[in-house]
């Protein structure tokens, strides 16, 4: 998706961007300050120019986001996709007029609903109508909370919310309770041999996590089926048999 995007915004080589190197981000970041964001003066561009010298490119690179008010991401996936959100936005507020032959409503009719607007229909049917979801002291809530419970940024702040729910129920719910902590060195998923895609890190490291939720998802299923099983041996295992109905011969 970010290649996408910055294959929209102009960029001479967006599939060509490994996201993991930080050399080749800083490179990215510095494109759109130059390009599109355009934030500082192309004096106050210089620091951001030292890709030689990425010491003092990480000290500039600190306080643009403080410049540019970025919340504190943990990720340089999550940096980028800030940047090149903000970046679109921009664009689009340049020249408006160009983007008016674009009904909106066509688009929708075309396209099926997002899961933006099923999550935003589910959390509002919770709710009962009690709470604006869009007031923005709900907004900076969820944001909160999900830092707090390290829950990475999205653009929607409801599905960050489910994402936080999700969290709070499988780690802080009733049946967390007695669950044993898991301690030990984590597996190093990211390390084996089973490459997705050798071209692309990024997206060989979210195909390794989608593998592991899928087997965790699997496993939870198949614990479900073994808990039916012995619910259903324990009702026919054991039976009970009254004598006086039996009837011996003919």
């Known amino acids: 998706?970010?290649?996408?995007?910055?294959?929209?915004?102009?960029?001479?080589?967006?599939?060509?961007?490994?996201?993991?190197?930080?050399?080749?981000?800083?490179?990215?970041?510095?494109?759109?300050?130059?390009?599109?964001?355009?934030?500082?003066?192309?004096?106050?561009?210089?620091?951001?120019?030292?890709?030689?010298?990425?010491?003092?490119?990480?000290?500039?690179?600190?306080?643009?986001?403080?410049?540019?008010?970025?919340?504190?991401?943990?990720?340089?996936?999550?940096?980028?996709?800030?940047?090149?959100?903000?970046?679109?936005?921009?664009?689009?507020?340049?020249?408006?007029?160009?983007?008016?032959?674009?009904?909106?409503?066509?688009?929708?009719?075309?396209?099926?609903?997002?899961?933006?607007?099923?999550?935003?229909?589910?959390?509002?049917?919770?709710?009962?109508?009690?709470?604006?979801?869009?007031?923005?002291?709900?907004?900076?809530?969820?944001?909160k909370l999900a830092t707090m419970l390290k829950v990475p940024h999205h653009p929607n702040h409801l599905l960050q919310l489910e994402a936080v729910a999700r969290i709070v129920h499988e780690r802080l719910g009733p049946a967390a309770k007695d669950r044993i902590p898991i301690v030990g060195t984590p597996f190093p998923f990211d390390k084996g041999n089973d490459v997705v895609s050798p071209n692309d890190p990024t997206l060989d490291y979210s195909m390794r996590i989608l593998r592991l939720l899928q087997i965790q998802s699997l496993r939870q299923l198949q614990t479900r089926i073994n808990e039916t099983i012995v619910a259903v041996q324990s009702l026919t295992a054991n039976p009970k048999t009254d004598t006086k109905l039996g009837k011996v011969g003919r």
């Open 1 to 143: 998706m970010l290649k996408l995007k910055l294959e929209a915004l102009g960029h001479p080589t967006p599939s060509d961007v490994a996201w993991s190197n930080r050399k080749e981000f800083a490179s990215t970041v510095l494109w759109l300050e130059d390009q599109k964001i355009r934030h500082y003066t192309i004096e106050d561009r210089e620091k951001l120019r030292r890709l030689d010298d990425m010491k003092l490119w990480e000290e500039a690179y600190k306080q643009y986001c403080i410049d540019l008010n970025m919340p504190p991401y943990e990720t340089q996936l999550e940096q980028l996709t800030c940047l090149i959100g903000h970046a679109i936005r921009l664009e689009f507020l340049d020249d408006p007029s160009q983007y008016e032959s674009i009904n909106g409503q066509s688009i929708n009719d075309r396209e099926p609903k997002n899961n933006g607007t099923q999550t935003q229909q589910k959390v509002q049917t919770i709710f009962d109508g009690k709470i604006n979801v869009e007031d923005k002291e709900f907004i900076a809530g969820v944001r």
